[in-house]
């Protein structure tokens, strides 16, 4: 019997939206994800207390490789909108 890896939440953001975001960007790079949410808050739309926190979970082992990806996506957005804002 194979052992299950162990997942670790690597960043928790608001929203299913924001989540499969980046979950579609790191399966691009051959990084497993589970999201982790109450189910409760996309049925209902509810985004408070906690309702609509997202955890992204990935395995242990591409966790560093899983945050530094994500980092370099979010700089890259930022860098984005600070040319959109100057023109």
């Known amino acids: 019997m194979s052992e299950e890896p ?27 994800v589970l999201l982790k949410y109450e189910s409760a808050g996309p049925v209902f739309g509810i985004t408070v207390d906690g309702l609509g926190e997202v955890a992204i979970m990935v395995p242990a082992e591409l966790a560093a490789e899983a945050v530094e990806l994500l980092d370099e996506i979010e700089a890259v957005e930022l860098l984005d909108e600070i040319e959109d804002a100057e023109q």
Not at 15 to 24: H, T
Request: net charge positive; aromatic share 8%.
């Open 6 to 32: 162990k997942l670790v939440c690597i960043r928790k953001c608001q929203g299913l939206l924001l989540a499969e975001l980046y979950r579609s960007k790191l399966t691009a790079w051959g990084i497993p």
